[in-house]
């Protein structure tokens, strides 16, 4: 009888075996030939089309309705002067490796299909009900001259439709050393949700505004001293500011096929959809939705009493998720 144990438990252990053995060589045979880390020319290889490859598939966690809690919808913004954005604005000009996420954008709205949306009327806040027309980008994103002997704004746009092709291009002088340098800022939409299925609190960016502050309206009201008091026209400055929005989820399979430039490490590279996934940038808020309809620079004009309701936003925020422990 123990011999017949015995002979059914190595019997088991064989099958168990062979199956591993089985798996582990299917798992060998299916495996793609890895990627190099230099290329032929003994630089290291940027594999863009591998990524392109594999863009077509994004991380995405499909919340449940019936399991959100609490929401609030806030408004960042992403400076870029600070040094922990800084690799979202550099490089400049695209040196055929990389390439700034203003440019990212901007091709991918001219050439790929990316839609653009406006904002409500008289607001900041977004409308994604309709995409803007194409023809609208090269209103949109223009260069704005003062020009003092005049007392005038000069306006060239560097997106221009080849009539030829009916393609969009890029004007890159204008685009260089005139535009992309003082486009230092993004507007992000963002929401904030607790989900009692996982117990934690998620934040999503819905949607994300390049804020250009050289506008036709702004250079005009600068140039007749109409801001000449502490405080005023601000809001209306960084109103006409915000150029246009862009559906982030609409926006992530381009941010997925473009690496953003190293901080100083080059074997660690990530996309741009990587770099937002993680929270690598830093921003400061600039309001949230509330019943009076209105962000901090509409309220207060002090910097001190925006510091202290940024705050308290941030406080309440950090609050809801210990508040809401027994789920």
């Known amino acids: 009888m123990n011999s017949i144990k015995r002979t059914i438990v190595i019997f088991i252990c064989f099958i168990a075996v062979f199956i591993t053995n089985a798996q582990n060589t299917q798992i060998i045979n299916s495996k793609e030939k890895p990627l190099p880390f230099f290329d032929a020319k003994g630089n290291i290889a940027i594999h863009t089309n591998e990524l392109n490859a594999l863009a077509d598939t994004l991380a995405v966690i499909n919340h449940r309705q019936d399991d959100i809690v609490w929401s609030k919808i806030v408004y960042r913004v992403v400076d870029m002067r600070d040094k922990q954005n800084n690799q979202l604005f550099f490089p400049l000009i695209p040196n055929g490796k990389y390439k700034s996420l203003l440019r990212v954008i901007l091709e991918s709205n001219a050439t790929s299909g990316l839609n653009a949306y406006g904002c409500r009327s008289n607001d900041i806040q977004p409308d994604y009900s309709i995409p803007l027309p194409k023809d609208t980008i090269s209103s949109l994103f223009v260069l704005n001259r003062w020009i003092e002997a005049d007392k005038r704004v000069q306006t060239d746009s560097f997106i221009i439709r080849n009539p030829l092709t009916n393609n ?4 890159n002088e204008q685009y ?3 535009f992309a340098k003082d486009q230092v800022k993004y507007l992000i939409q963002e929401v904030v949700f607790f989900n009692k299925h996982y117990s934690r609190m998620y934040t999503k960016i819905i949607g994300i505004a390049p804020i250009y502050f050289k506008t036709s309206y702004n250079l005009n009201m600068a140039g007749v001293g109409s801001q000449n ?9 960084f109103r006409f500011s915000v150029l246009c929005w862009y559906l982030f989820d609409e926006l992530r399979p381009f941010l997925a096929k473009q690496y953003v ?11 741009y ?3 937002f996934a993680q929270r690598l940038y830093s921003t400061y808020l600039l309001g949230d939705e509330n019943m009076v309809d209105k962000m901090l620079l509409q309220t207060y004009n002090d910097p001190e009493s925006i510091r202290r309701e940024q705050k308290r936003i941030e406080t309440e925020l950090l609050n809801v998720e210990q508040d809401l422990w027994e789920y």
């Open 176 to 178: 260089y050393e005139a």
């Open 273 to 275: 959809d990587e770099f």
């Open 168 to 171: 969009f291009e890029f004007s």
């Open 229 to 237: 008091k502490e405080g005023e026209g601000v809001w209306e400055a």
């Open 261 to 271: 430039i190293p901080n100083g490490n080059e074997t660690q590279r990530l996309t």
